[in-house]
């Protein structure tokens, strides 16, 4: 119940967030303006603009979870909220999956206007024919969402928001590169010490490249080899990995002095 | 009695970068605090106050010591049902009306929406602010803010309060109205630690006082044995160095003021031997005061004390 208390007063701040605002904003434009590509074919144009849109709610979502994950612990700390929180009935791991799932809840929220934005005008384009398949490209990259949050809320208990930036960014990029990553752990030309490195980093890191499923469903003559497993593997990824680094976090800010 | 508060060598250290030695912010500090009374906890900034407060709220770890609260250990999740928390300048979600803050703040205890809506109801009325309610924070005065903190640490209808600088920000009449409602609490049953800078305030509320510097308790009892005895005041001026050491070694304190030397003796019998001093160095004595002992004297006395 205080989760869900903790949560709701999060995601209530959230939505009044400025930034997140000029953020969704800014997406949901670039979404609307892809719709002017005219100079192709229909068929090239529908791809491009596909592409396009899920490109922009993928960058848009991404910078909107790390903004708001890096401050959820340090402002509470910093402006002495948690201290009227904490010293009522509030156990801290109910704080701390509260501020997660008000995190989650604002990056649905973000990722839910913009898709509802870009299905209304692709379909307008498309005659009026829905295309539902975009739908899996969407809820991938909330799943891979979820997982940018967790990392980035995991940070904030441990370092400032400046460093947590730059740390959830530097993860989320090496964890986009995981065909790269996986491709030099097996390197055979590499020495030992190299594939060692690439392997640790390899299965160490998230691997956001799970949720780049735009191209089978942008180009459907490529279809994904079982396509639901394929789905519902990385999901259950998602929130196992995630699982995982709530629990460290969890573990972490029960000892940590406020 | 029973105790509502417990401590028992408490003691925090904090590591610091670049520092071999451990900082101390609270040192082996053992103290009681009885239910139904007001406590002053008092010292100077950097004392280990707000430390002590956290600790007995579970908020920070001590690193040695024990400390318990309404019997139980600090921290204790059913503790907290029975306690609240005024931090100094406190601070709440802006975007939140002071409606919905005390709302917040009754749904954290999980109180029915009966509950809540005749106890914000309730609660705004008694700090003031029931036409204000409906205004967001961040159009609130730092003075309204602070009866919003006072509201939320009141919501549970605690049997035992920390009040960081309750009157913080306030304007006299709020600063009056805040201090009746301390004694008001006292008067209800309920136990008051209130951690202040405010010595007249802690002079007029508190039953028993605690004077903690650089994290170390340096006195602690009844407000009334601690303030015990009045003090006379001699004024005087044309006196030497030499006059004035011998005026040390028999008063409570020498001091300058406005040009003239001000001689703090205990008893009449002090009195006659510091004029005779004072006579026979060619001094002139201005004037001759009986003075009641402030808490403000004992708390300056005692960290000029510490700090010589």
């Known amino acids: 119940m205080t989760t869900f208390v903790i949560a709701k007063s999060t995601l209530g701040e959230a939505l009044r967030k400025k930034i997140l605002w000029i953020f969704l904003l800014v997406a949901l434009g670039m979404i609307v303006m892809s719709f002017s590509f005219a100079e192709f074919s229909m068929r090239e144009e529908l791809t491009i603009i596909k592409s396009f849109g899920l490109g922009i709610i993928a960058i848009a979502g991404m910078f909107i979870s790390i903004i708001l994950s890096i401050n959820l612990i340090p402002a509470e700390i910093e402006r002495r909220t948690i201290y009227t929180i904490l010293s009522k009935p509030v156990r801290r791991h109910e704080f701390l999956l509260g501020k997660f799932f008000g995190a989650l809840a604002t990056v649905f929220v973000n990722v839910a206007l913009m898709s509802v934005i870009f299905l209304i005008m692709l379909t307008w384009k498309n005659h009026w024919q829905p295309d539902f398949a975009i739908l899996k490209a969407i809820l991938m990259i909330f799943f891979q969402l979820e997982l940018l949050t967790t990392v980035a809320m995991v940070f904030s208990v441990f370092v400032t928001p400046v460093v947590n930036f730059f740390l959830s960014s530097g993860v989320y990029i090496i964890g986009s590169l995981s065909d790269i990553t996986e491709a030099m752990a097996r390197n055979k030309d590499a020495n030992a010490f190299v594939r060692g490195f690439y392997s640790v980093i390899h299965y160490l890191m998230p691997n956001f490249a799970n949720y780049f499923t735009q191209n089978p469903i942008i180009h459907p003559e490529a279809p994904v080899q079982n396509e639901w497993a394929y789905y519902g593997k990385a999901i259950a990824y998602a929130i196992v990995y995630s699982s995982i680094l709530l629990i460290v976090a969890v573990v972490k800010f029960e000892k940590r002095d406020m | ?308």
């Open chain 2, 1 to 308: 009695m029973a105790e509502a508060i417990r401590t028992e060598g408490l003691t925090k250290t904090y590591k610091l970068l670049m520092q071999k030695e451990p900082v101390s912010a609270v040192s082996n500090l053992s103290l009681e605090v009885e239910e139904g009374e007001i406590f002053g906890f008092l010292g100077p900034n950097g004392a280990g106050k707000t430390t002590t407060i956290k600790m007995l709220l579970g908020l920070t770890y001590p690193t040695e010591g024990k400390a318990w609260v309404l019997g139980k250990p600090a921290g204790d999740i059913d503790v907290k049902r029975e306690i609240s928390y005024l931090p100094e300048s406190p601070y709440f979600y802006d975007y939140m009306t002071g409606s919905e803050v005390v709302d917040f703040y009754a749904r954290l205890f999980g109180m029915s929406t009966k509950a809540r809506n005749t106890k914000v109801e309730e609660l705004l009325k008694l700090v003031g602010l029931h036409h204000d309610g409906n205004k967001p924070l961040n159009q609130y005065s730092k003075g309204m803010l602070q009866r919003i903190g006072i509201a939320q640490a009141l919501v549970n209808d605690p049997k035992l309060l920390f009040f960081d600088e309750p009157t913080s920000g306030l304007d006299p009449i709020a600063h009056s109205e805040i201090r009746d409602l301390i004694l008001k609490l006292r008067d209800e049953g309920r136990t008051v630690f209130l951690s202040s800078h405010q010595l007249s305030d802690v002079e007029t509320v508190c039953d028993r006082v605690a004077i903690l510097n650089r994290g170390r308790l340096l006195k602690i009892g009844k407000l009334d044995d601690l303030l015990h005895g009045s003090t006379i005041e001699i004024r005087a001026q044309g006196i030497g160095n030499d006059t004035i050491e011998k005026l040390k070694a028999l008063s409570h304190g020498v001091r300058s003021e406005d040009g003239a030397i001000l001689i703090s003796v205990g008893e009449s019998e002090g009195v006659n031997h510091a004029i005779d001093v004072i006579r026979a160095a060619k001094g002139q004595v201005l004037s001759v005061m009986p003075k009641k002992r402030t808490l403000e004297d004992l708390f300056m006395e005692i960290i000029r004390e510490v700090n010589n």
